[in-house]
Antibody, heavy 119, light 112 residues
């Protein structure tokens, strides 16, 4: 049974950074992509980027280029998403999700991590 | 402004059939990228409902079905039930965005 367990809620000041973790279990971590998706309060889903751990290569949505870094540690089967230069508009629930190899569907999701950016 | 366009809301009475459209372009749905659908109940993480345009993961009732044609896709729900009330999102990838993932804006389904 695949499970993705994310780190807890964070409160951050504008201009700071946040790093959210996503611990995977029950599957073959390295060969699947891990995507990060966020959802601002009352809004829709927004794809931020993904990494394929076995390749160590990440790609990012243009909107977040230069501000987001997605990494993966194969030894601990954990993926990370770090977002810098935080502003109030970054207040959202951040989800990690596993990308199925052949279709790219996001078949397993973490429980979400609320990041609140407030002075 | 989402890359994929969905109606903001749809509604139907119990037992009825509803459809949710997802309109893209030649660089995403029309470029042969698969379309996937997710259901999000209030306060919970999204759940994969349809993958690869028309396939249901194990455990998803056959009341849910998906299709794709050209630059559009649709999700159909038959025999509406109260527990189907949720937000639904389509998702694909886009070649003009370097293969980035893209979502529709979401559709709120209300069961009357």
């Amino acid at each position: 049974q695949v499970q993705l367990v994310q780190s807890g809620a964070e409160v951050k000041k504008p201009g700071s950074s946040v790093k959210v973790s996503c611990k995977a279990s029950g599957g073959t971590f390295s060969t699947y992509a891990i995507s990060w998706v966020r959802q601002a309060p009352g809004q829709g889903l927004e794809w931020m980027g993904r990494i394929i751990p076995i390749l160590g290569v990440a790609n990012y949505a243009q909107k977040f280029q230069g501000r987001v870094t997605i990494t993966a540690d194969k030894s601990t089967t954990t993926a990370y998403m770090e977002l810098s230069s935080l502003r109030s508009e970054d207040t959202a629930v951040y989800y990690c999700a596993r990308g199925e190899s052949s279709t790219g569907s996001l078949d397993y999701w973490g429980q979400g991590t609320l990041v609140t950016v407030s002075s | 402004q989402s890359v994929l366009t969905q109606p903001p809301s749809v509604s139907g009475a119990p037992g009825q059939r509803v459809t949710i459209s997802c309109t893209g372009s030649s660089s995403n749905i029309g470029a042969a990228y698969d379309v996937h659908w997710y259901q999000q109940l209030p306060g919970t993480a999204p759940k994969l409902l349809i993958y690869g345009n028309s396939n249901r993961p194990s455990g998803v009732p056959d009341r849910f079905s998906g299709s794709k044609s050209g630059t559009s896709a649709s999700l159909a729900i038959t025999g509406l039930q109260a527990e189907d009330e949720a937000d639904y999102y389509c998702q694909s990838y886009d070649s003009s965005l370097s293969g980035s993932g893209v979502f529709g804006g979401g559709t709120k389904l209300t069961v009357l």
